[in-house]
């Protein structure tokens, strides 16, 4: 979609006028004169490739630890609605006009209600029988095929062959007009050299592109990754998408990205190593070289059952929500969000919005982290407390975004422990520090404020647990140490409870 809309502003069609009026201005050409669509592509990829692999030594790969598995989650599950939908087209038998854009999914299905009198019963049979057939083969013969052979049964290819042979013998396509293959091309087209006069007017273009092509690699990466239990290296893909690009740009082919129906279907088949590949693109030689008419009469609505019933592992990912709920709002609202913006923009724009949502609620996290005055530690009972003794804890990096929520949830304990001083004397606030991974210079100014204000009021203050880089960071800030003793800090929270037991037998 944004390679076309690209092209569709640099390269724009030609328009030829209608009727015989004499005031037709001559079309307007950006890149000055117009461009074959195929040489505007082949320029694009080319771009496209050159910026991935310059991102990849950059070292840019870092930008998919944004991409959370919620997020990812969410995300394919979104996209998965948008595969699923474009399949029903196919599985109906009926003819829907393309749509893009925001929206996009509820056109859809408005038009796909709107033809309900015109679907082909035969092409929906078909794809009824195909889709129980596939799944059920699936969830009950894989597996007991599998106690006798290790290789599964080729189901997808049986119902392809199922499928040619019935089309071949009713003649599907011209007695019930059932949409086939009908004809499947011939040959390669002959490589050529990128026109590089055309890369600085596409270099606006090729970046975004490059980055959400990455974007959509990884995301589906992670996905396949976290099932099948091994890694991805963030760099090694910018490299090999990039590189594939580059080599693609001397054919008339788009950017590389990643396709969620065909890795989806790949996954299904078993497939577990790249060498999948090479016998699946020996595969697609012969079938362009040799069997293409073999196939041609093989009906649509069997490649879309395909398709749509290699969909359900990424349909399941719902089940996932009741979990985030329980562990975390946030993931839970990313979730949401990144299907949510995918079903009813489109992918692109949904893998946008995903990612700043995800940023969003990262700011949030930040600002808003969570202050508890419980006891922190399972291994501190309560008995082991003394009275007047209150812990807190405050649970983020003490930075400039928080520090007022600090400074207000500190304050309030100081002033409660303060109100309370006339029923225990010796009234006392232990700050748990462990999880302040990190203050700046306002947090240092709240940590020294936090006890002034103590004094004032007559409470002890202990800062206890503090990581080291943020002792040094306290110690070596003569405002601070001026003010703050050494004996205010504890290295655990046990360490400090032992003193005030040992100052209050005194």
Known sequence: MMVGASRLRLAPDVVVPIGNSSTVEPPIYPLGEYVDPLVFTSALTLLVGVVQIIMGVLRLGFLTTYLSDPLVSGFTTGAAVHVFTSQLNKVFGVKLPRHEGIGMIVRMYRDMILSLGSVNYVALGISIFGILFLDLGRTYINPMAKKICPIPPPLELIFVIFGVILSMIFNLDSTYHVKTVFEIPRGFPSPSIPNL????????DAIPIAVVCYMFVM???????????YKTDATQELYAIGTASVLSSFFPVYPVGASLSRSSVCEMSGANTQLYTVFSSLLLLTVIVLLGPFLEPLPMCILACIVIVSLKSLFMQVKELPRLYKISKYDFAIWLVACLSTVFTDVTTGLVISLVSALFTLVLRQQWPTFSNSIPHDETPRQSIPDGVEIVRFGGSLHFANVTLFLDKMGESIGKQSEEETLIEGRTIILDGSPIAYVDTMGVDALRDVFKDSQK?????????????????????????????????FASIDRCLLSLVHQQSV
């Open 197 to 204: 006069n055309f890369l600085p007017a596409l270099l606006s």
């Open 219 to 229: 995301s589906m990466g992670k996905l396949f990754a976290k099932k099948h239990k």
């Open 457 to 489: 009021t007559g409470v002890q203050i202990f800062y206890c647990g503090f990581p080291e880089d943020v002792l040094s960071v306290l110690r070596n800030d003569e405002n601070f140490s001026s003010i703050v003793p050494p004996s205010t800090f």
